[in-house]
């Protein structure tokens, strides 16, 4: 069955680097890694999304290995805007249908 | 400016009603998902459709109904089958598939009165 495997919660200091990990071991071939965050009573919100290469946008970085079964979101310097619950999530059945775990629940202390 | 609209934010259902969701994108997006929320819990997927005039259940469908007559529009009725239907229900829209990214309204929050 297809899901994704991301730790309950995770703690950073303010201005320190985030790493927040993934596992997706059933991803397909062709199905995009997409990363998003959500606020108290808000839709989620895009972070970044990738296939196999590394990428980089203003919000993030998005390291994925090389055998594709997971994936680490990058905050490169947490701030207190940073706490959210984080998603990783990739399309099942040729891309369609997309799968959301239960995501990681990131405090930023100050 | 673009964007998805839910509505309303708030909803109350009394036992036995059907209510329907309203969400409507401006961004010409062709596909729109519909997601339940539970407290603490990630996103399930009800509905998605790729196209006008085609839908396909997700994980959860029992007890909803979807209608996608234009583009732009993809209300989502929760009907009196439905025994536990307080929750956060989220819709999304994107140009594609897997490779392109979703864009989410703010939810309606729904209420059994």
Known sequence: DAKT????????NEEEPVHLPCNHSTISGTDYIHWYRQLPSQGPEYVIHGLTSNVNNRMASLAIAEDRKSSTLILHRA???DAAVYYCTFGDNYG??????????LSVLP | DGGITQSPKYLFRKEGQNVTLS???????????WYRQDPGQGLRLIYYSQIVNDFQKGDIAEGYSVSREKKES????????????????????????????????????LSIL
């Open chain 1, 79 to 81: 701030t207190l805007r």
């Open chain 2, 74 to 109: 993809f209300p989502l009725t929760v009907t009196s089958a439905q025994k536990n239907p307080t929750a956060f229900y989220l819709c999304a829209s994107s140009s594609g598939p897997s490779n392109q990214p979703q864009h989410f309204g703010d939810g309606t929050r």
């Open chain 1, 96 to 105: 369609q249908n997309f799968v959301f775990g239960p995501g990681t629940r």
């Open chain 1, 5 to 12: 495997t991301q730790p309950n919660s995770m703690e950073s």
């Open chain 2, 23 to 33: 969400c409507e994108q401006n961004l010409n997006h062709d596909a729109m998902y």
